[in-house]
Protein backbone atom coordinates (compact mmCIF):
# COMPACT_ATOMS: atom_id res chain seq x y z
CA UNK A 1 0.00 0.00 0.00
CA UNK A 2 2.83 2.15 -0.36
CA UNK A 3 1.65 5.39 -2.33
CA UNK A 4 3.38 5.32 -5.60
CA UNK A 5 5.99 8.57 -5.61
CA UNK A 6 5.08 9.78 -9.44
CA UNK A 7 1.32 10.12 -8.07
CA UNK A 8 2.74 12.05 -4.50
CA UNK A 9 4.12 14.39 -6.85
CA UNK A 10 1.02 15.12 -8.83
CA UNK A 11 -0.96 15.53 -5.45
CA UNK A 12 1.50 18.11 -4.31
CA UNK A 13 1.59 19.95 -7.60
CA UNK A 14 -1.89 19.81 -8.17
CA UNK A 15 -2.59 21.21 -4.26
CA UNK A 16 0.19 24.28 -5.38
CA UNK A 17 -1.41 25.06 -8.72
CA UNK A 18 -4.85 25.61 -6.72
CA UNK A 19 -2.89 27.70 -3.89
CA UNK A 20 -0.94 29.56 -6.13
CA UNK A 21 -4.05 30.91 -8.18
CA UNK A 22 -5.91 31.77 -4.89
CA UNK A 23 -2.59 33.88 -2.90
CA UNK A 24 -2.87 35.57 -6.56
CA UNK A 25 -6.29 36.64 -6.18
CA UNK A 26 -4.76 38.42 -2.83
CA UNK A 27 -1.72 39.30 -4.31
CA UNK A 28 -3.99 41.82 -6.89
CA UNK A 29 -6.12 43.07 -3.79
CA UNK A 30 -2.97 44.03 -1.94
CA UNK A 31 -0.97 45.54 -4.99
CA UNK A 32 -4.21 47.73 -6.50
CA UNK A 33 -4.97 49.44 -2.72
CA UNK A 34 -1.39 49.55 -1.95
CA UNK A 35 -0.67 51.65 -5.72
CA UNK A 36 -3.68 53.47 -4.74
CA UNK A 37 -3.27 54.40 -1.39
CA UNK A 38 0.18 55.44 -1.15
CA UNK A 39 -0.42 57.66 -4.79
CA UNK A 40 -3.54 59.46 -3.14
CA UNK A 41 -2.57 59.14 0.51
CA UNK A 42 -1.07 62.96 0.20
CA UNK A 43 -3.51 64.32 -1.96
CA UNK A 44 -6.66 63.58 0.76
CA UNK A 45 -7.29 66.54 2.80
CA UNK A 46 -10.27 68.43 3.95
CA UNK A 47 -9.63 70.99 1.20
CA UNK A 48 -9.53 68.57 -1.93
CA UNK A 49 -12.77 67.27 -0.57
CA UNK A 50 -14.17 70.47 -0.60
CA UNK A 51 -12.89 72.40 -3.21
CA UNK A 52 -13.77 73.24 -7.05
CA UNK A 53 -10.83 71.99 -9.37
CA UNK A 54 -8.67 74.93 -10.49
CA UNK A 55 -5.79 75.75 -13.09
CA UNK A 56 -7.67 73.59 -15.81
CA UNK A 57 -8.01 70.86 -13.11
CA UNK A 58 -4.35 70.61 -12.33
CA UNK A 59 -4.69 71.98 -9.15
CA UNK A 60 -7.01 72.17 -6.75
CA UNK A 61 -10.25 69.75 -5.23
CA UNK A 62 -12.96 67.14 -6.25
CA UNK A 63 -15.72 68.83 -4.52
CA UNK A 64 -18.33 68.58 -7.33
CA UNK A 65 -17.65 65.76 -8.08
CA UNK A 66 -18.54 64.24 -4.72
CA UNK A 67 -21.86 66.10 -4.83
CA UNK A 68 -22.58 65.03 -8.04
CA UNK A 69 -22.11 61.34 -7.01
CA UNK A 70 -23.75 61.77 -3.57
CA UNK A 71 -27.18 63.56 -5.53
CA UNK A 72 -27.26 61.12 -8.25
CA UNK A 73 -26.94 58.06 -5.65
CA UNK A 74 -29.87 59.46 -3.27
CA UNK A 75 -32.03 60.35 -6.52
CA UNK A 76 -31.28 56.92 -7.99
CA UNK A 77 -32.16 55.19 -4.64
CA UNK A 78 -35.66 57.29 -3.99
CA UNK A 79 -36.43 55.89 -7.77
CA UNK A 80 -34.75 52.16 -7.78
CA UNK A 81 -35.90 51.51 -4.32
CA UNK A 82 -39.43 51.75 -3.99
CA UNK A 83 -39.95 50.67 -7.39
CA UNK A 84 -38.13 47.41 -6.83
CA UNK A 85 -39.14 46.42 -3.15
CA UNK A 86 -43.16 46.93 -4.63
CA UNK A 87 -41.63 44.47 -7.32
CA UNK A 88 -40.25 41.90 -5.31
CA UNK A 89 -43.27 42.05 -2.94
CA UNK A 90 -45.53 40.75 -6.05
CA UNK A 91 -43.47 38.40 -6.67
CA UNK A 92 -43.14 36.85 -3.14
CA UNK A 93 -46.49 37.78 -1.83
CA UNK A 94 -48.76 38.15 -4.64
CA UNK A 95 -47.98 36.32 -7.66
CA UNK A 96 -48.02 32.08 -7.86
CA UNK A 97 -44.65 30.49 -8.03
CA UNK A 98 -44.97 29.23 -11.21
CA UNK A 99 -47.28 31.49 -12.71
CA UNK A 100 -46.41 32.69 -16.65
CA UNK A 101 -46.64 36.40 -15.10
CA UNK A 102 -43.93 35.67 -12.34
CA UNK A 103 -41.84 33.40 -14.65
CA UNK A 104 -41.76 36.44 -17.07
CA UNK A 105 -41.02 39.16 -14.62
CA UNK A 106 -37.76 36.80 -13.37
CA UNK A 107 -36.93 36.79 -16.54
CA UNK A 108 -37.05 39.63 -17.32
CA UNK A 109 -35.27 40.61 -14.15
CA UNK A 110 -32.29 38.48 -14.85
CA UNK A 111 -31.89 40.01 -18.39
CA UNK A 112 -31.94 43.43 -16.90
CA UNK A 113 -28.81 41.67 -14.70
CA UNK A 114 -27.41 40.76 -17.70
CA UNK A 115 -27.26 43.92 -19.72
CA UNK A 116 -23.83 45.67 -20.71
CA UNK A 117 -24.28 48.85 -18.16
CA UNK A 118 -23.03 50.91 -22.05
CA UNK A 119 -26.45 49.84 -23.15
CA UNK A 120 -28.11 51.58 -20.33
CA UNK A 121 -26.32 54.57 -21.09
CA UNK A 122 -27.77 54.33 -24.66
CA UNK A 123 -31.02 53.85 -23.71
CA UNK A 124 -31.27 57.15 -21.48
CA UNK A 125 -30.36 58.57 -24.18
CA UNK A 126 -32.54 57.61 -26.28
CA UNK A 127 -35.82 57.29 -24.00
CA UNK A 128 -35.46 59.62 -21.02
CA UNK A 129 -33.38 62.22 -23.15
CA UNK A 130 -34.95 62.32 -26.83
CA UNK A 131 -37.98 61.12 -26.14
CA UNK A 132 -39.56 62.05 -22.60
CA UNK A 133 -37.27 65.17 -22.30
CA UNK A 134 -38.18 66.22 -25.64
CA UNK A 135 -42.15 65.51 -25.25
CA UNK A 136 -41.55 67.94 -22.04
CA UNK A 137 -40.10 70.61 -24.07
CA UNK A 138 -42.65 70.39 -26.67
CA UNK A 139 -45.11 70.42 -24.48
CA UNK A 140 -44.76 72.49 -21.57
CA UNK A 141 -41.38 74.71 -23.30
CA UNK A 142 -42.79 75.70 -26.60
CA UNK A 143 -39.64 73.43 -27.79
CA UNK A 144 -37.06 75.22 -26.53
CA UNK A 145 -33.81 73.09 -25.04
CA UNK A 146 -34.71 72.12 -21.59
CA UNK A 147 -35.49 68.83 -20.07
CA UNK A 148 -34.37 67.46 -23.80
CA UNK A 149 -31.04 66.89 -22.84
CA UNK A 150 -28.43 65.41 -20.52
CA UNK A 151 -29.01 65.90 -17.07
CA UNK A 152 -28.75 64.95 -13.43
CA UNK A 153 -32.39 63.51 -13.49
CA UNK A 154 -32.23 61.33 -16.45
CA UNK A 155 -28.80 60.20 -16.01
CA UNK A 156 -30.01 59.23 -11.92
CA UNK A 157 -33.43 57.64 -13.57
CA UNK A 158 -31.23 55.23 -15.88
CA UNK A 159 -28.55 54.87 -13.53
CA UNK A 160 -31.54 53.48 -11.06
CA UNK A 161 -32.57 51.04 -14.01
CA UNK A 162 -29.24 49.42 -13.45
CA UNK A 163 -29.14 48.79 -10.59
CA UNK A 164 -33.02 47.83 -10.40
CA UNK A 165 -32.46 43.98 -10.42
CA UNK A 166 -29.95 43.54 -7.97
CA UNK A 167 -32.65 45.75 -5.37
CA UNK A 168 -35.26 43.15 -6.72
CA UNK A 169 -33.43 40.42 -6.16
CA UNK A 170 -31.84 41.42 -2.31
CA UNK A 171 -35.43 42.51 -1.48
CA UNK A 172 -37.02 39.02 -2.49
CA UNK A 173 -34.50 37.28 -0.82
CA UNK A 174 -34.93 38.88 2.47
CA UNK A 175 -38.61 38.67 1.72
CA UNK A 176 -38.25 34.73 1.28
CA UNK A 177 -36.14 34.61 4.70
CA UNK A 178 -40.00 35.08 6.82
CA UNK A 179 -41.09 31.87 7.64
CA UNK A 180 -44.42 30.83 6.09
CA UNK A 181 -45.84 30.16 8.93
CA UNK A 182 -45.46 34.19 10.50
CA UNK A 183 -47.84 34.64 7.35
CA UNK A 184 -49.90 31.53 9.06
CA UNK A 185 -50.73 33.09 12.31
CA UNK A 186 -51.27 36.20 10.85
CA UNK A 187 -54.17 35.41 8.38
CA UNK A 188 -55.15 33.41 10.56
CA UNK A 189 -55.88 35.85 13.26
CA UNK A 190 -57.66 37.88 10.83
CA UNK A 191 -55.28 39.85 9.05
CA UNK A 192 -55.66 40.73 5.42
CA UNK A 193 -52.64 39.81 3.19
CA UNK A 194 -52.18 43.90 2.90
CA UNK A 195 -51.55 44.12 6.73
CA UNK A 196 -49.87 40.56 7.16
CA UNK A 197 -46.94 42.39 4.70
CA UNK A 198 -47.08 45.21 6.59
CA UNK A 199 -46.56 44.39 9.88
CA UNK A 200 -45.13 40.82 9.81
CA UNK A 201 -43.12 40.18 6.60
CA UNK A 202 -41.68 43.87 6.09
CA UNK A 203 -40.51 44.51 9.38
CA UNK A 204 -39.01 40.58 9.57
CA UNK A 205 -37.32 41.50 6.80
CA UNK A 206 -35.92 44.84 6.92
CA UNK A 207 -32.60 44.11 7.57
CA UNK A 208 -32.29 42.54 4.37
CA UNK A 209 -33.90 45.22 2.43
CA UNK A 210 -31.96 47.83 3.80
CA UNK A 211 -28.54 45.78 2.75
CA UNK A 212 -29.92 45.08 -0.27
CA UNK A 213 -30.74 48.56 -0.80
CA UNK A 214 -27.07 49.91 0.34
CA UNK A 215 -25.67 47.40 -2.12
CA UNK A 216 -27.24 48.49 -5.08
CA UNK A 217 -25.80 52.08 -4.10
CA UNK A 218 -22.45 50.78 -4.13
CA UNK A 219 -22.92 49.64 -7.09
CA UNK A 220 -24.41 52.66 -9.05
CA UNK A 221 -21.69 55.05 -7.09
CA UNK A 222 -18.96 53.58 -8.73
CA UNK A 223 -20.89 52.85 -12.68
CA UNK A 224 -19.78 55.02 -15.37
CA UNK A 225 -21.35 54.29 -18.77
CA UNK A 226 -24.75 54.75 -17.70
CA UNK A 227 -24.43 58.31 -17.48
CA UNK A 228 -21.98 59.06 -20.18
CA UNK A 229 -24.89 60.02 -22.56
CA UNK A 230 -27.39 60.56 -19.94
CA UNK A 231 -25.47 63.71 -17.60
CA UNK A 232 -21.64 63.59 -16.99
CA UNK A 233 -20.46 66.45 -17.29
CA UNK A 234 -16.62 67.14 -18.11
CA UNK A 235 -15.88 70.03 -15.95
CA UNK A 236 -18.46 73.14 -13.93
CA UNK A 237 -17.81 75.43 -12.14
CA UNK A 238 -21.60 75.65 -10.76
CA UNK A 239 -23.16 72.94 -8.28
CA UNK A 240 -26.00 71.06 -10.83
CA UNK A 241 -29.58 71.17 -9.97
CA UNK A 242 -31.89 68.15 -11.39
CA UNK A 243 -32.09 69.93 -15.22
CA UNK A 244 -28.09 70.47 -15.20
CA UNK A 245 -25.26 68.29 -16.20
CA UNK A 246 -22.99 67.28 -13.35
CA UNK A 247 -19.69 66.07 -12.59
CA UNK A 248 -19.40 62.36 -11.01
CA UNK A 249 -16.20 60.51 -9.36
CA UNK A 250 -16.13 58.05 -11.73
CA UNK A 251 -16.35 59.67 -14.60
CA UNK A 252 -13.87 62.37 -13.28
CA UNK A 253 -10.93 59.68 -13.19
CA UNK A 254 -11.76 59.19 -16.68
CA UNK A 255 -11.51 62.52 -17.63
CA UNK A 256 -8.95 63.35 -15.85
CA UNK A 257 -6.60 59.99 -17.00
CA UNK A 258 -7.35 60.97 -20.84
CA UNK A 259 -9.15 64.32 -21.60
CA UNK A 260 -6.97 66.83 -19.34
CA UNK A 261 -4.66 68.73 -21.19
CA UNK A 262 -1.60 67.85 -18.83
CA UNK A 263 -2.09 64.37 -17.85
CA UNK A 264 0.56 63.96 -15.58
CA UNK A 265 0.47 67.38 -13.89
CA UNK A 266 -3.29 65.74 -12.69
CA UNK A 267 -1.58 62.32 -11.90
CA UNK A 268 -1.98 62.89 -7.83
CA UNK A 269 -5.83 64.06 -8.18
CA UNK A 270 -6.24 61.33 -10.50
CA UNK A 271 -5.25 59.23 -7.06
CA UNK A 272 -6.62 61.10 -4.91
CA UNK A 273 -10.33 60.78 -6.92
CA UNK A 274 -9.60 56.97 -6.98
CA UNK A 275 -9.11 56.93 -3.31
CA UNK A 276 -12.31 58.62 -2.52
CA UNK A 277 -14.39 56.62 -4.94
CA UNK A 278 -12.82 53.69 -2.90
CA UNK A 279 -13.36 55.09 -0.28
CA UNK A 280 -17.29 55.71 -0.81
CA UNK A 281 -18.00 52.19 -1.90
CA UNK A 282 -16.06 50.72 1.20
CA UNK A 283 -17.53 52.76 3.68
CA UNK A 284 -21.13 51.69 1.80
CA UNK A 285 -20.72 48.27 1.73
CA UNK A 286 -19.02 48.34 5.17
CA UNK A 287 -22.35 50.00 6.39
CA UNK A 288 -24.36 47.49 4.59
CA UNK A 289 -22.72 44.93 7.05
CA UNK A 290 -22.86 46.10 10.61
CA UNK A 291 -26.63 46.83 9.79
CA UNK A 292 -26.76 43.11 8.46
CA UNK A 293 -25.02 42.26 11.73
CA UNK A 294 -26.90 44.79 14.00
CA UNK A 295 -30.33 43.67 12.94
CA UNK A 296 -29.45 39.87 13.23
CA UNK A 297 -28.05 40.19 16.97
CA UNK A 298 -30.72 42.37 18.05
CA UNK A 299 -33.37 40.07 16.90
CA UNK A 300 -31.31 36.80 18.03
CA UNK A 301 -31.65 38.89 21.67
CA UNK B 1 -79.42 21.79 24.86
CA UNK B 2 -76.32 20.98 23.02
CA UNK B 3 -76.10 23.11 19.91
CA UNK B 4 -74.06 22.39 16.73
CA UNK B 5 -71.29 25.06 16.24
CA UNK B 6 -69.53 23.28 12.85
CA UNK B 7 -71.89 21.43 10.60
CA UNK B 8 -70.16 19.90 7.07
CA UNK B 9 -72.24 18.40 4.49
CA UNK B 10 -70.94 16.02 1.82
CA UNK B 11 -67.85 17.61 1.92
CA UNK B 12 -65.18 16.57 -0.79
CA UNK B 13 -61.35 18.26 -0.57
CA UNK B 14 -59.09 17.98 -3.76
CA UNK B 15 -55.40 19.13 -4.07
CA UNK B 16 -55.18 19.71 -7.86
CA UNK B 17 -56.77 16.56 -9.09
CA UNK B 18 -56.30 14.20 -6.00
CA UNK B 19 -59.20 13.71 -3.51
CA UNK B 20 -57.72 14.77 -0.14
CA UNK B 21 -61.43 14.42 1.59
CA UNK B 22 -64.13 12.09 0.97
CA UNK B 23 -67.39 13.51 1.57
CA UNK B 24 -67.18 14.63 5.10
CA UNK B 25 -70.31 14.69 7.11
CA UNK B 26 -69.94 15.71 10.50
CA UNK B 27 -71.76 18.10 13.64
CA UNK B 28 -70.04 19.57 15.99
CA UNK B 29 -71.21 20.76 19.26
CA UNK B 30 -70.96 24.40 20.83
CA UNK B 31 -68.60 24.50 23.77
CA UNK B 32 -67.34 20.93 23.86
CA UNK B 33 -63.76 19.61 22.99
CA UNK B 34 -63.61 17.65 19.37
CA UNK B 35 -60.75 15.75 18.79
CA UNK B 36 -59.83 14.08 15.44
CA UNK B 37 -57.32 11.48 15.27
CA UNK B 38 -55.91 8.85 12.44
CA UNK B 39 -52.53 8.17 11.11
CA UNK B 40 -50.25 11.08 9.12
CA UNK B 41 -51.98 11.42 5.72
CA UNK B 42 -55.35 10.95 6.43
CA UNK B 43 -56.63 13.84 5.82
CA UNK B 44 -57.61 15.00 9.66
CA UNK B 45 -55.20 18.52 8.80
CA UNK B 46 -56.85 19.59 5.79
CA UNK B 47 -59.73 19.13 7.38
CA UNK B 48 -59.26 21.30 10.50
CA UNK B 49 -57.86 24.19 7.62
CA UNK B 50 -60.78 23.97 5.85
CA UNK B 51 -62.64 25.17 8.87
CA UNK B 52 -61.38 28.72 9.27
CA UNK B 53 -60.42 28.39 5.03
CA UNK B 54 -56.55 28.60 5.61
CA UNK B 55 -56.45 25.89 2.76
CA UNK B 56 -56.98 28.90 0.40
CA UNK B 57 -53.40 30.16 0.75
CA UNK B 58 -52.43 26.27 -1.08
CA UNK B 59 -52.59 27.02 -4.64
CA UNK B 60 -54.77 23.80 -6.69
CA UNK B 61 -57.07 23.28 -3.40
CA UNK B 62 -60.78 22.64 -4.58
CA UNK B 63 -63.58 22.14 -1.68
CA UNK B 64 -67.26 21.08 -2.99
CA UNK B 65 -69.91 21.00 -0.30
CA UNK B 66 -70.92 22.94 3.16
CA UNK B 67 -69.05 23.62 5.71
CA UNK B 68 -71.72 25.65 8.23
CA UNK B 69 -70.76 27.51 10.82
CA UNK B 70 -73.93 29.10 12.84
CA UNK B 71 -76.16 28.42 9.59
CA UNK B 72 -73.74 30.13 7.16
CA UNK B 73 -72.18 28.09 4.22
CA UNK B 74 -68.43 29.58 4.94
CA UNK B 75 -67.48 28.76 1.16
CA UNK B 76 -70.27 30.79 0.44
CA UNK B 77 -69.23 33.69 -2.41
CA UNK B 78 -70.14 36.30 -0.65
CA UNK B 79 -68.42 35.39 2.75
CA UNK B 80 -65.28 37.03 3.43
CA UNK B 81 -62.67 35.97 4.53
CA UNK B 82 -60.66 37.99 6.92
CA UNK B 83 -64.01 38.28 9.42
CA UNK B 84 -64.34 34.28 9.28
CA UNK B 85 -60.44 34.32 10.78
CA UNK B 86 -61.59 36.27 13.76
CA UNK B 87 -64.19 34.25 14.20
CA UNK B 88 -62.44 30.95 13.64
CA UNK B 89 -58.93 31.23 15.65
CA UNK B 90 -56.06 28.80 14.94
CA UNK B 91 -53.17 27.44 17.36
CA UNK B 92 -50.52 25.41 15.05
CA UNK B 93 -48.03 22.97 15.49
CA UNK B 94 -45.00 24.56 15.71
CA UNK B 95 -45.55 27.40 17.67
CA UNK B 96 -45.06 30.68 15.69
CA UNK B 97 -44.42 34.43 17.96
CA UNK B 98 -43.55 37.38 15.86
CA UNK B 99 -39.91 38.56 16.68
CA UNK B 100 -42.01 40.88 18.63
CA UNK B 101 -42.35 41.71 22.27
CA UNK B 102 -44.78 39.35 24.20
CA UNK B 103 -47.10 42.38 24.61
CA UNK B 104 -47.14 42.99 21.00
CA UNK B 105 -47.59 39.86 19.51
CA UNK B 106 -51.05 39.51 21.80
CA UNK B 107 -52.04 43.18 20.93
CA UNK B 108 -51.59 42.33 17.22
CA UNK B 109 -55.17 40.64 16.35
CA UNK B 110 -56.84 43.58 18.13
CA UNK B 111 -54.52 45.77 16.46
CA UNK B 112 -55.03 44.85 13.34
CA UNK B 113 -59.13 45.45 14.33
CA UNK B 114 -58.46 48.76 15.01
CA UNK B 115 -58.53 48.87 18.58
CA UNK B 116 -55.84 52.09 19.27
CA UNK B 117 -56.80 52.96 22.68
CA UNK B 118 -53.89 51.59 24.99
CA UNK B 119 -55.57 50.86 28.25
CA UNK B 120 -58.27 48.99 26.32
CA UNK B 121 -55.48 47.03 24.52
CA UNK B 122 -53.55 46.34 27.92
CA UNK B 123 -56.89 45.03 29.38
CA UNK B 124 -57.16 42.89 26.56
CA UNK B 125 -53.79 41.44 26.51
CA UNK B 126 -53.44 40.91 30.61
CA UNK B 127 -56.98 39.02 29.70
CA UNK B 128 -55.99 37.04 26.85
CA UNK B 129 -52.53 35.75 28.63
CA UNK B 130 -54.73 34.67 31.78
CA UNK B 131 -57.19 32.54 29.86
CA UNK B 132 -54.04 31.23 28.55
CA UNK B 133 -52.69 30.65 31.76
CA UNK B 134 -49.43 32.33 30.87
CA UNK B 135 -49.85 35.49 32.47
CA UNK B 136 -48.03 34.57 36.30
CA UNK B 137 -44.83 33.54 34.00
CA UNK B 138 -44.80 36.70 31.84
CA UNK B 139 -46.70 39.48 33.71
CA UNK B 140 -42.97 41.33 34.35
CA UNK B 141 -41.74 41.13 31.19
CA UNK B 142 -44.59 42.06 28.87
CA UNK B 143 -42.08 44.06 27.18
CA UNK B 144 -39.41 41.08 26.23
CA UNK B 145 -39.44 39.19 22.66
CA UNK B 146 -41.32 36.47 22.71
CA UNK B 147 -38.81 34.69 20.99
CA UNK B 148 -36.73 34.22 24.42
CA UNK B 149 -39.61 32.01 25.77
CA UNK B 150 -39.37 28.30 26.21
CA UNK B 151 -41.18 26.09 23.21
CA UNK B 152 -44.22 25.40 25.69
CA UNK B 153 -44.46 29.17 27.08
CA UNK B 154 -44.63 30.25 23.28
CA UNK B 155 -47.27 27.71 22.54
CA UNK B 156 -49.65 29.19 25.46
CA UNK B 157 -48.51 32.99 23.97
CA UNK B 158 -49.75 32.04 20.68
CA UNK B 159 -53.11 30.87 22.49
CA UNK B 160 -53.23 33.58 24.08
CA UNK B 161 -53.05 35.52 20.63
CA UNK B 162 -55.71 33.59 19.34
CA UNK B 163 -57.99 34.38 21.90
CA UNK B 164 -57.21 38.11 22.27
CA UNK B 165 -59.28 38.55 19.05
CA UNK B 166 -62.29 36.73 20.92
CA UNK B 167 -63.21 33.70 18.77
CA UNK B 168 -65.66 31.68 19.15
CA UNK B 169 -64.30 28.64 17.70
CA UNK B 170 -60.30 27.72 18.38
CA UNK B 171 -58.79 25.00 16.02
CA UNK B 172 -55.83 23.65 17.23
CA UNK B 173 -53.73 21.63 14.66
CA UNK B 174 -51.15 18.84 16.94
CA UNK B 175 -50.70 22.41 19.49
CA UNK B 176 -48.79 20.01 22.17
CA UNK B 177 -46.63 17.80 19.74
CA UNK B 178 -43.65 19.47 19.42
CA UNK B 179 -44.03 20.00 23.31
CA UNK B 180 -42.03 17.97 26.85
CA UNK B 181 -44.64 16.27 28.96
CA UNK B 182 -45.34 19.34 31.43
CA UNK B 183 -45.58 21.31 29.02
CA UNK B 184 -47.77 19.52 27.10
CA UNK B 185 -50.19 18.76 30.45
CA UNK B 186 -50.26 22.62 30.73
CA UNK B 187 -51.67 23.04 27.57
CA UNK B 188 -54.27 19.94 27.91
CA UNK B 189 -55.33 21.76 31.02
CA UNK B 190 -55.59 24.83 29.34
CA UNK B 191 -57.95 23.32 26.73
CA UNK B 192 -59.89 21.82 29.36
CA UNK B 193 -60.84 25.32 30.75
CA UNK B 194 -61.39 26.57 26.98
CA UNK B 195 -64.19 24.77 26.69
CA UNK B 196 -66.26 27.14 28.88
CA UNK B 197 -66.34 29.75 26.90
CA UNK B 198 -65.18 28.43 23.57
CA UNK B 199 -65.63 25.35 21.04
CA UNK B 200 -62.51 23.69 20.18
CA UNK B 201 -61.23 21.08 17.67
CA UNK B 202 -58.39 19.61 18.07
CA UNK B 203 -56.18 17.72 15.42
CA UNK B 204 -53.45 15.29 17.60
CA UNK B 205 -51.64 11.99 17.09
CA UNK B 206 -51.73 11.39 20.82
CA UNK B 207 -54.50 9.08 21.51
CA UNK B 208 -54.31 9.24 25.11
CA UNK B 209 -54.44 13.25 24.52
CA UNK B 210 -57.34 12.65 22.61
CA UNK B 211 -58.95 10.55 25.59
CA UNK B 212 -57.80 12.62 28.37
CA UNK B 213 -59.40 15.77 26.99
CA UNK B 214 -61.96 15.98 24.34
CA UNK B 215 -65.82 15.16 24.56
CA UNK B 216 -66.38 13.86 20.92
CA UNK B 217 -63.56 11.69 18.83
CA UNK B 218 -63.50 11.38 15.18
CA UNK B 219 -61.20 9.12 13.71
CA UNK B 220 -60.37 9.51 9.90
CA UNK B 221 -58.67 7.49 7.63
CA UNK B 222 -57.45 7.57 4.14
CA UNK B 223 -59.60 11.19 3.87
CA UNK B 224 -62.67 9.52 5.35
CA UNK B 225 -64.27 10.41 8.43
CA UNK B 226 -64.51 6.66 9.97
CA UNK B 227 -66.22 7.19 12.86
CA UNK B 228 -67.43 9.84 14.76
CA UNK B 229 -68.56 9.44 18.66
CA UNK B 230 -68.41 9.91 22.18
CA UNK B 231 -64.96 9.66 23.00
CA UNK B 232 -65.84 7.58 26.04
CA UNK B 233 -66.87 5.23 23.21
CA UNK B 234 -64.66 5.23 20.72
CA UNK B 235 -62.16 4.57 23.08
CA UNK B 236 -64.03 1.96 24.90
CA UNK B 237 -66.36 0.33 22.48
CA UNK B 238 -65.62 1.76 18.89
CA UNK B 239 -68.25 0.28 15.98
CA UNK B 240 -65.66 0.00 13.19
CA UNK B 241 -63.05 -2.39 13.44
CA UNK B 242 -60.76 0.29 11.68
CA UNK B 243 -60.70 2.58 14.69
CA UNK B 244 -60.19 -0.34 17.25
CA UNK B 245 -57.44 -1.49 15.13
CA UNK B 246 -56.23 2.16 15.24
CA UNK B 247 -56.43 3.17 18.92
CA UNK B 248 -55.34 -0.84 19.59
CA UNK B 249 -52.00 0.23 17.91
CA UNK B 250 -52.23 -2.29 15.19
CA UNK B 251 -51.50 0.20 12.57
CA UNK B 252 -50.75 3.60 12.03
Known amino acids: ?301 | MIVDKINTEDMFLYYSSKMALNNISIKIPEKKVTAFIGPSGCGKSTFLRSLNRMNDLIDGVKIEGKVIIDNINIYDKNIDVVTLRKKVGMVFQKSNPFAKSIYENVAYGPKINGIKDKSQLDEIVEMALKNAAIWDEVKDRLGDSALGLSGGQQQRLCIARTLAVNPEIVLMDEPASALDPLSTAKIEELIVQLKENYTIVIVTHNMQQAARISDNTAFFYLGELIEYDRTKKIFTNPDKKQTEDYITGRFG
Open chain 1, 1 to 301: MIKSFRKNIKGIVIEGITLVSALLIIAIVIIMLTVIIIGGKDQLSWEFLTSFPTDGMTKGGIFPAIYGTALLVIIMSIAAVPFGTITAIYLTEYAKENSVIAKTIRFAVRTLAVIPSIIYGLFGLGFFIKFVGAHIDGAFFGGELKWGQPNLLWASLTMSLLTLPVVIVSVEEALKTVPQELRAASLALGATKWQTIRKVVIPGSISGIMTGTILAVSRGAGEVAPILFTGAAYYLATLPGLGDQFMVLGYHIYVLTTQSANVDQTLPIQFGTTCVLLLLTFILNMSAVILRYRIRKKKTN
